[in-house]
């Protein structure tokens, strides 16, 4: 377990400011530097200290099980007083439960997870609509005779996914790339496995090295660090891979050459909301925040180095399939297994 320190007390003016709005920020297993997840909550909270008069402290659990320990640590706290717990993760959930109730003075936040106390705001995800929004990318450049960067795609109409743990909240972003892939070509053959984990490259490399060779020429990951693997096998392979989270062809640049978009899921969003709130007094506890494509929590960013070579008519598809989305017309399902008619082979 380990806890890392914060900012110091300076407002946007740069004087040293009196009584900051104290931030306790507990992230998810896997830590900083996943360029993903993580990484989006620490942008957020950044943001809210370049903005607001506050200052944070890091604590990353090494396992789950650190989890209800560092949300204590935060909550008996009163040099500094945290006047808002941001809990990233749905590990945080069944520690969270238990804290929030015997700490009801405290202000706390989560991520990924409903947590029903009155003292705690949920944000969670629609994560299946942006991925739906990458697998229909991914399904229409299967198809494509295209060469840009590092890759090109082959002749089979294959595409991957990997995912990290087989959990319900990975399941969404798995179902939405099949659906958009379905609905890009239902003939798409979809390859998916999970990895297991969320920080094990080689293991996320040695599943898209399968894929690869299996015929698929782009392969989207929901896997955390691991799916930095995804990337490399990518680029060995002279293919093509989509990424998560965060815009990781800006976020891990070295693989920009092959990364045609990321479903950017907005956590800084998150964390940066629930942190102004409480520094205007409208922290609601209690509340469960649903971010989706029209509240700026998911979308398909286009990888900074390939946008340029992606053909305008599938951007145009893409803007189509999101205005579908957006009004109803289109239902993106939240399980693989109600994704009719889909190909898929599980690695």
Request: some cysteine; overall charge negative; aromatic content about 8%.
């Amino acid at each position: 377990m380990q806890a890392l320190g914060g900012t110091a007390a300076f407002g946007a003016t740069g004087f040293l400011q009196d009584d900051p709005t104290n931030v306790g920020m507990v992230y998810a297993t896997g830590g900083l530097g996943d360029n993903s997840f993580n990484d989006m909550a620490h942008n957020g909270v950044q943001r809210a200290a370049e903005q607001f008069d506050v200052q944070f402290q890091n604590a990353e659990p090494g396992s789950p099980s650190d989890v209800a320990t560092l949300q204590r640590r935060f909550a008996r706290s009163q040099n500094p007083d945290y006047e808002l717990i941001c809990c990233i993760g749905f590990v945080q959930a069944e520690a969270l439960r238990q804290n929030a109730q015997r700490f009801s003075d405290q202000k706390w936040m989560v991520v990924d997870t409903v947590v029903e106390r009155p003292n705690v705001a949920s944000y969670v995800f629609k994560e299946h609509l942006g991925s739906f929004q990458v697998g229909h990318l991914a399904g229409l450049m299967t198809t494509r005779d295209f060469s840009a960067g590092a890759g090109k795609t082959n002749d089979a109409t294959t595409v991957g996914f990997v995912g990290g743990k087989e959990i319900p909240l990975i399941q969404k972003f798995e179902a939405g790339y099949l659906a958009g892939v379905q609905h890009a070509n239902p003939d798409v053959n979809v390859l998916s496995a999970y990895a297991g984990a969320w920080n094990d490259p080689a293991k996320g490399q040695s599943i898209a090295n399968s894929m690869y060779n299996n015929g698929a020429d782009i392969i989207y990951h929901a896997a955390g660090g691991t799916g930095t693997g995804v990337f490399k096998a990518a680029q060995s392979n002279n293919r093509y891979a989509i990424g998560v989270d965060a815009d990781q062809s800006r976020s891990l640049p070295e693989y920009a050459d092959v990364i045609l978009a990321s479903m950017v899921k907005h956590v800084d969003e998150a964390v940066f909301r629930s942190i102004r709130n409480v520094t205007n007094g409208n922290f609601k506890g209690g509340r469960v925040y649903r971010l989706g494509l029209q509240k700026n929590g998911v979308e398909a960013v286009y990888g900074k180095e390939l946008e340029s070579a992606i053909p305008q008519e599938v951007k145009s598809a893409l803007q189509r399939s999101e205005q579908k989305i957006v009004s109803g017309a289109i239902s993106v399902p939240t399980k693989p297994s109600n994704v009719g008619g889909a190909t898929t082979t599980t690695q």
